[in-house]
């Protein structure tokens, strides 16, 4: 049994470099055999995972030894921080490795919404030249809301505000005259507002027991009918299914979902909807922010087991 443990598929330089000289076990599909992992871990001092691993009280008992669970993202939702803590093991994670990435995607996913990019090129490929068909929206000066206006929300409302749209957003820790939102000339409104004066809401929330299927059905009947929802947070922060049955009854004009309440997702009607994009929770992985990933993750777990102090520590 190895002193470090690696569930998921993390690869990159340094984890090489770690791999060569510290005693590291490397497992991309460790996490779905719950049972070995519990035996695994047993000796383990570090535990590096992504999203999948389920690091809860009962795998964290299961290591009398861990000093460090290092996650390499920037979500914690499937770690269990508290009781972490409780038991004197450090919790690292990445929180500004991955940002940029995030909102280059949203941005990336507005353009195809407001263009209707995947339905044209598929026009195309099956022999089409429908342009007028194809006629989409402008970014500029449309109303831009933000659901979350953290790290990720704010540069992705830098690049929105670029484009020429206007910023709005909902967010219970930001002040009214936050100097991001001065900066672009930004307001704060209430979520009931931003659902109706936005003509694109995009998600950046993170997951809690609080924002939980915070966004129900009834939200999205709020929307104007010609608005696009865009989720690059967590797929639990949305009732899917509400969601669903509002894009049917054309509450709003389309969605892009980047993530899911269940990954991999069962089947769904979204996958019919030609108003609807879907990728696999990739916002994360471009190969400059799976870089400065892995880099961070490896780095802490370096110290942590050198008897030094982790640089990206979360404190619960």
């Not at 696009?228 to 949305?238: C, D, Q, W, Y």
């Not at 991999?264 to 879907?278: A, D, F, G, R, T």
């Amino acid at each position: 049994m190895s002193d470090i443990l690696v569930t998921e598929n993390i690869q990159g330089a340094s984890m090489n470099r770690l791999m060569n000289d510290l005693d590291v076990e490397l497992d991309a599909y460790l996490w779905q055999n719950v049972n070995l992992l519990q035996k695994k871990i047993q000796n383990a001092k570090a535990l590096i995972v992504r999203n999948q691993t389920q690091v809860n009280r009962e795998l964290i008992d299961a290591a009398p030894h861990l000093k460090i669970i290092a996650r390499a993202g920037v979500g914690l939702d499937n770690v269990d921080t508290h009781y972490a803590h409780e038991k004197g093991i450090i919790v690292c994670y990445t929180p500004d490795a991955n940002s940029l990435s995030v909102a280059e995607l949203t941005i990336g996913l507005m353009l195809a919404l407001l263009r209707k990019i995947p339905e044209a090129r598929q026009d195309t490929l099956t022999g089409g030249w429908n342009r007028v068909k194809f006629t989409g929206s402008e970014l500029y000066g449309k109303t831009f809301g933000l659901i979350g206006m953290g790290r990720i929300g704010t540069l992705t409302a830098t690049r929105a505000h670029a484009f020429g749209m206007k910023i709005i957003a909902a967010d219970p820790y930001l002040a009214f005259d936050a100097p991001q939102l001065k900066q672009m000339n930004g307001k704060l409104v209430s979520q009931d507002e931003l659902l109706s004066q936005a003509d694109v809401i995009s998600c950046h929330s993170p997951l809690t027991p609080h924002t939980k299927r915070l966004l129900t059905y009834q939200h999205f009947c709020r929307m104007k009918p010609t608005a696009f929802f865009i989720n690059t947070s967590r797929g639990e922060v949305i009732d899917e299914k509400g969601l669903t049955q509002a894009l049917l009854e054309h509450k709003l004009a389309g969605a892009a979902l980047d993530v899911r309440e269940t990954e991999p997702p069962k089947h769904s009607p979204l996958n019919q909807m030609e108003n609807v994009i879907l990728t696999p929770h990739i916002a994360a992985f471009t190969l400059e922010a799976q870089d400065r990933v892995v880099d961070s993750v490896c780095e802490d777990v370096r110290l942590v087991l050198s008897g030094k102090k982790a640089i990206n520590v979360f404190e619960p």
